[in-house]
């Protein structure tokens, strides 16, 4: 489990069972060592239902805390294929994106540990 905060709100996400893993890494593998300009290519060459695979795998995973410490709450609403959240916006997906992306395949990153 990963603990992570987006523009001050603490997530926390779940690793992904292993099969899942390996279907999101099949998916993300386009994406591997490119430069961040050669990334953004690669995402709009990307058909849609690949990147709402790979969105709705990494915000499926993850949950955000509520405020006054009253727990944590699922952020992925999986039939409306949405964020359970109005503030989670472009910039916010894609570093919740990275994070859980991050924890799952930490060893075949470059400069992870």
């Known amino acids: 489990m990963a603990e992570f905060e987006?523009?001050?709100i603490q997530?926390?996400?779940?690793?992904?069972?292993?099969?899942r893993q390996v279907r999101l890494m099949k998916r993300i593998a386009p994406l591997a060592g490119r430069?961040?300009?050669?990334?953004g290519v690669a995402i709009s060459?990307?058909?849609?239902?690949?990147?709402?695979?790979?969105i709705a795998e990494c915000l499926g995973s993850c949950e955000r805390e509520i405020p006054n410490g009253?727990?944590?709450a699922k952020i992925w609403n999986k039939q409306a294929n949405q964020p359970m959240f109005d503030d989670i916006e472009?910039?916010?997906?894609?570093?919740?994106?990275?994070?859980?992306?991050?924890?799952?395949?930490?060893?075949?990153?470059?400069?992870?540990?």
């Open 11 to 19: 997530y926390r996400s779940k690793k992904l069972p292993v099969m």
């Open 70 to 72: 009253n727990g944590w």
């Open 45 to 54: 060459e990307m058909p849609d239902e690949l990147t709402d695979f790979i």
């Open 6 to 8: 987006v523009n001050g």
């Open 35 to 39: 430069s961040q300009n050669e990334m």
């Open 90 to 113: 472009l910039e916010q997906l894609g570093k919740i994106v990275f994070a859980v992306i991050q924890d799952n395949f930490s060893a075949f990153l470059p400069g992870s540990a």
